[in-house]
Structures are given as structure tokens and as C-alpha cells.
């Protein structure tokens, strides 16, 4: 999985309670994102980061924030987890050039929230 | 807005046959445009992309894709179809004149499943 990994990869929590997922890569690029998949829907985007410290919002960011305080990890927290954030999240990374490089995918956190 | 479109929610083929698992596309600019494969409970595995240049692109597993402006298509094909190849397969789109914000938008998906 292009030497990124994901912690937790399974986690259960109840709602109302704050979860946090973590996205760490080993290729040192400047690219990180965090997708969001569910039946029908496909794939995404709920935030992104272009550097450290500089992040993005995507399609679906409501309920979630992000930081990226070193160019490894990107985290992904829910402030207060609501059931429809039930989901299995991907983290992505890529390259310099966000127009043509690939998007390398990590091996996804499920997260049920009941 | 850039949007993509797999039309088919399932695909079913005998090994041996080829396959083919659709995609069009619509965007404001020029397109880039990717294939994933996802096997159950993986992550996305990237296939092939096409940027510019010769509109027939090959790619990972024997997998080739053929880019159709005048159709807006990016349709995946395989000549001879694999039990392994059974998984998830997704079309991605990116548009070059940035109306996406330069981000990826995903189909929603296509379930091929190859029959012995």
C-alpha cells in the first residue's frame, strides 16, 4: 500500500464521542488526503493538504477537521461522532504535481458509530 | 462541475472471455482520468491513467483502457478475463482547467465479477 499506513483500522465508538484516525507515509509527499466510502457513493473527498499546516476542505467536510503538523501524518478527527459518519475512511497521498500524479491509497480505517 | 459515470453497478463474465467495465466522463477542460482496482477490505490499488498522448493506455494486470473524446469515455478492457479479476473497480476524473478545485471525483463504483 505505497507506504502508507492507517491506525486505527477498525474501531467502534458511540455517539457524541470525539474519534481521531491517523494517516502516516513514509514517501514523503507533499500530497495527503482523506476520502470518505460508502455503498453508492463511491469515493469522497472530506479533506485535504497541500503542506504542513495548510489543508483544505473537500466535498463532504462537515463534522470534520484535520491537521498536518509533520509532512508523515495527517489526522483526521471527528469532534463528535454522529451515526452517519459510520463509514470506512481512506487516507491518499501523491506527489508534487497534483494535476497528473497518482493518488496512492492506503489500507482504510472502518469506523462504525453507534 | 466535473462529474464521472459508470453505468454499470455489476458486470458479469466467463473466464477467458474479455471484459470491459465502463466509464464516461464530463468535464470543463482537458481530462485526466484513473482506474482502481479495490479487492475486499483493501484499500484502492491504482491500474493505469491517461494524461495525454495515445489514447489507448496500458496498465497494471494485463488491463488496458481506451480514452474517447468525442464519447467522453475511458472504458476498461481486459482481453481475457481472470476469477482473480473479481473485485471493485472504480473510474476517477480530474480536470485540467482546475473548475474541480484539481481534486479527484470517483464513479461509483462497478462490481465485475468473473465466473469459472
Known amino acids: 500500500d505505497a507506504g502508507i499506513t492507517q491506525s486505527p483500522r477498525h474501531k467502534v465508538t458511540e455517539t457524541g464521542t470525539p474519534v481521531t484516525l491517523r494517516c502516516h507515509q513514509t514517501e514523503n509527499h507533499r500530497y495527503m488526503y482523506w476520502y470518505r466510502q460508502d455503498p453508492g457513493h463511491g469515493l469522497r473527498l472530506i479533506h485535504y493538504s497541500y503542506g504542513v499546516k495548510d489543508t483544505d476542505k473537500g466535498e463532504v467536510s462537515d463534522g470534520y477537521s484535520v491537521s498536518r503538523s509533520k509532512t508523515e501524518d495527517f489526522l483526521l478527527t471527528l469532534e463528535s461522532a454522529t451515526s452517519s459518519q459510520t463509514s470506512v475512511y481512506f487516507c491518499?497521498?501523491?506527489?508534487?504535481?497534483?494535476?497528473?500524479?497518482?493518488?496512492?491509497f492506503g489500507p482504510g480505517t472502518r469506523l462504525t458509530v453507534l | 462541475a466535473q462529474s464521472v459515470a459508470q453505468p454499470e453497478d455489476q458486470v458479469k463474465v466467463a473466464e477467458g472471455n474479455p471484459l470491459t467495465v465502463k466509464c464516461t466522463y464530463s468535464v470543463s477542460g482537458n481530462p485526466y482520468l484513473f482506474w482502481y482496482v479495490q479487492y475486499p477490505n483493501r484499500g484502492l490499488q491504482f491500474l493505469l491513467k491517461y494524461i495525454t498522448g495515445d489514447n489507448l493506455v496500458k496498465g497494471s494486470y494485463g488491463f488496458e483502457a481506451e480514452f474517447n473524446k468525442s464519447q467522453t469515455s475511458f472504458h476498461l478492457k481486459k482481453p481475457s478475463a481472470l476469477v482473480s479479476d473479481s473485485a471493485l473497480y472504480f473510474c476517477?476524473?480530474?480536470?485540467?482547467?482546475?473548475?474541480?478545485?484539481?481534486?479527484?471525483?470517483f464513479g461509483k463504483g462497478t462490481k465485475l465479477s468473473v465466473i469459472p
Open positions: 476517477a476524473v480530474r480536470d485540467s482547467s482546475g473548475a474541480g478545485s484539481y481534486q479527484l471525483t
Open positions: 491518499a497521498i501523491s506527489g508534487l504535481d497534483t494535476l497528473t500524479d497518482t493518488q496512492y
